[in-house]
């Protein structure tokens, strides 16, 4: 069975659900209100457990209420937790998320002890990569640190898969080489390479190094580049969009997962794109992830006369 390391941050997220994103010095009242688990590492350990895949999270909360809360979240969720360390340095994450009718969002981030995590964290946790195969990192600890993982990862021969969010400081270039997929949106694209066509901005960064790029773009599903071409693998429908939070953290892990199934990036994509739908139909992170169960897997059956399979 593949084994997954995460690398990434773990937040308690608080979503207030609003009529309307408020203009400057506008007072509203909040539809709904509801604190969650966040983090990009956190979110994807739930999504890749729901999954069946085993995943080490490997991170730091503070010993604090928050702390609490959010590695309760995980053993709720059955995340293994062995690797995460309780700190007195720091505060716990914490993301205000801002909800808008339709469903998209806006996301206020305090990293608190999420930027104080080092490579010597990680260092201790070497034997880790010796055994798995899969590492995913997002950009929520310190660059260094996130060149550190990824140059683990290579020394024992883990497959890489990098989500640029959030993009608050542009990678070295050095960083690219080191990434196998990279799976940016649409404005990190464009903020990465400077380039406003995806077939560019995509071009841009396999020339830099990176093995294969895959933009995610929402409601129009995803694309990957093959053979100098743009590859668009569409969306599956949803009956609505409650809330868009967390949705690009599933496609990272059930793009992992598609990898660890098929050996096939266009049948991965397509199984995110699955995968993800489920989230944005429920209200909240985590708890908007179904379970590999749940899931209707023939919906990738009709699409099988598709040329990506």
């Not at 809360?69 to 360390?85: A, C, D, G, W």
């Not at 990098?162 to 649409?186: C, G, K, M, Q, T």
């Amino acid at each position: 069975m593949s084994t997954v390391i995460i690398v990434g941050a773990i937040n308690l997220d608080c979503l207030a659900y609003l009529p309307h994103f408020p203009a400057k010095g506008e007072n509203m009242r909040a539809k709904d209100l509801r604190c969650s688990l966040g983090g990009r590492g956190a979110n994807q350990a739930v999504a890749l457990t729901n999954l069946k895949i085993a995943a080490l999270l490997l991170g730091k909360v503070g010993n604090d209420f928050a702390g609490d809360y959010t590695l309760s979240i995980l053993k709720k969720f059955k995340v293994n937790t062995e690797y995460i360390f309780k700190s007195n340095r720091g505060k716990t994450g914490i993301c205000s998320i801002l909800v808008s009718p339709d469903g998209e969002n806006t996301i206020i981030g305090f990293p608190a002890i999420n930027q104080m995590i080092e490579p010597d964290f990680l260092l201790r946790f070497e034997y880790l990569f010796e055994m798995a195969q899969w590492l995913s990192v997002s950009l929520e600890y310190p660059l260094e640190t996130i060149e550190f993982a990824l140059k683990l990862a290579k020394k024992y021969g883990l497959k890489t898969v990098l989500d640029p969010s959030p993009l608050i400081e542009i990678p070295n270039r050095n960083l690219w080489a080191l990434v196998d997929y990279l799976l940016p949106n649409e404005k990190e694209l464009q903020m990465l390479t400077g380039e406003e066509e995806l077939l560019q901005g995509a071009t841009v960064l396999k020339n830099w190094g990176v093995r294969e790029v895959i933009v995610k773009q929402g409601g129009q599903g995803c694309s990957f580049l093959y053979q100098d071409n743009l590859i668009n693998v569409p969306a599956f429908p949803v009956k609505i969009v409650v809330d868009t939070t967390g949705a690009g953290d599933l496609f990272d892990a059930a793009f992992i997962y598609g990898l660890i199934q098929s050996d096939s990036l266009p049948k991965a994509a397509q199984i995110a794109n699955l995968v993800a739908s489920y989230a944005v139909q429920k209200p909240g992170t985590c708890e908007s992830f179904p379970e590999r169960r749940e899931i209707d897997w023939e919906e990738l059956e009709k699409r099988k006369r598709d040329l990506l399979f």
